[in-house]
Antibody, heavy 124, light 108 residues
Framework: EVQLVESGGGLVQPGGSLRLSCAAS????????MSWVRQAPGKGLEWVAN????????YYVDSVKGRFTISRDNAKNSLYLQMNSLRAEDTAVYYC?????????????????WGQGTLVTVSS | SYVLTQPPSVSVAPGKTARITCGGN??????VHWYQQKPGQAPVLVIY???DRPSGIPERFSGSNSGNTATLTISRVEAGDEADYYC???????????FGGGTKLTVL
């Protein structure tokens, strides 16, 4: 059974940092693209970042570029999101989601499994 | 940047057919994926690559995509289908993931 379990959320002051983790199990982690998707309270879904199977390609939504860094450790079956210079508008539930197993984004990208999410609140 | 437009809400009586649209410029040239999200829960993939259903998703869920509109169709709607539905594409021209704003399906 595929499982994705996020951790690391919490309350942080504006300008602060937080590192989210996602522990994956039930599939060959190193064979899949992985992503972070967030949802602000009462709002819709927003894609945040993708990382390729070997970590060689990373993509970000413009609003987090230069502040957030996605990474992975295939030996530990784990995905991470380092979030720096946090702003109030980053307040959201952050979901870890599994992407496709193919190598090329041009073939399409969807999220077939999701974790339960971890809440990040940026407030003074 | 690429924009996906969904109606904020759709209402349907039990047993009837619900159609949720997702508009985008020449969306028919892209692969569209659909997610169902119930309150307090993570999203669930219900349709991928326009019309494919993941295992475990009822055949009542189907999808189509042509021109400037993709459509999620739910036949014989049940009370348990009440949820928010999101369409999503990968915009290759900008290398960005894009979600529609979501549609709240209400079962009357």
């Amino acid at each position: 059974e595929v499982q994705l379990v996020e951790s690391g959320g919490g309350l942080v002051q504006p300008g602060g940092s937080l590192r989210l983790s996602c522990a994956a199990s039930g599939f060959t982690f190193s064979s899949y693209w992985m992503s972070w998707v967030r949802q602000a309270p009462g709002k819709g879904l927003e894609w945040v970042a993708n990382i390729k199977q070997d970590g060689s390609e990373k993509y970000y939504v413009d609003s987090v570029k230069g502040r957030f860094t996605i990474s992975r450790d295939n030996a530990k079956n784990s995905l991470y999101l380092q979030m720096n210079s946090l702003r109030a508008e980053d307040t959201a539930v952050y979901y870890c989601a599994r992407g496709p197993s193919h190598q090329w984004l041009q073939l399409g990208y969807y999220f077939d499994y999701w974790g339960q999410g971890t809440l990040v609140t940026v407030s003074s | 940047s690429y924009v996906l437009t969904q109606p904020p809400s759709v209402s349907v009586a039990p047993g009837k057919t619900a159609r949720i649209t997702c508009g985008g410029n020449n969306i028919g040239s892209k692969s569209v994926h659909w997610y169902q999200q119930k309150p307090g829960q993570a999203p669930v993939l219900v349709i991928y690559y326009d019309s494919d259903r993941p295992s475990g998703i009822p055949e009542r869920f189907s999808g189509s995509n042509s021109g400037n509109t993709a459509t999620l169709t739910i036949s014989r709607v049940e009370a348990g289908d009440e949820a928010d539905y999101y369409c999503q594409v990968w915009d290759s021209s900008s290398d960005r993931g894009v979600f529609g704003g979501g549609t709240k399906l209400t079962v009357l």
